[in-house]
Nanobody
Framework: QVQLVESGGGLVQAGGSLRLSCAAS????????TGWFRQAPGKEREFVAA??????YYADSVKGRFTTSRDNVKNTVYLEMNSLKPEDTAVYYC????????????????WGQGTQVTVSS
């Protein structure tokens, strides 16, 4: 069983930066893909980014502003968020598992509890 704990959320002004962390307890295989998703109030949860053996992937809305990376020694995946906009305000979740379609949240078996990111204008 894999447990994920996100941290790093908070309140930031537009144009600012935050770095989210997703720490996994228990050994996660190197081939696991870790995805980032977010859910804004009143909206569906949506794909943000993912990192796996074949590379990194980003939603168009965050491409060029967000970067995901992993530290295999610490068993932690990061989401560096720059040039934040008010529309980035949401609860951010990380998820992991053996994934075929990195953007399809239904494939991810393990999820974190989420961390709130609020961007003020």
């Amino acid at each position: 069983q894999v447990q994920l704990v996100e941290s790093g959320g908070g309140l930031v002004q537009a144009g600012g930066s935050l770095r989210l962390s997703c720490a996994a307890s228990g050994r996660t295989p190197s081939w696991y893909t870790t995805g980032w998703f977010r859910q804004a109030p009143g909206k569906e949860r949506e794909f943000v980014a993912a990192i796996g053996g074949s590379g990194e992937y980003y939603a168009d809305s965050v491409k060029g502003r967000f970067t995901t990376s992993r530290d295999n020694v610490k068993n932690t995946v990061y989401l560096e968020m720059n040039s934040l906009k008010p529309e980035d305000t949401a609860v951010y979740y990380c998820a992991t598992g053996t994934i075929s379609n990195y953007f399809y949240q239904g494939e991810y078996p393990y999820w974190g509890q989420g961390t709130q990111v609020t961007v003020s204008s």
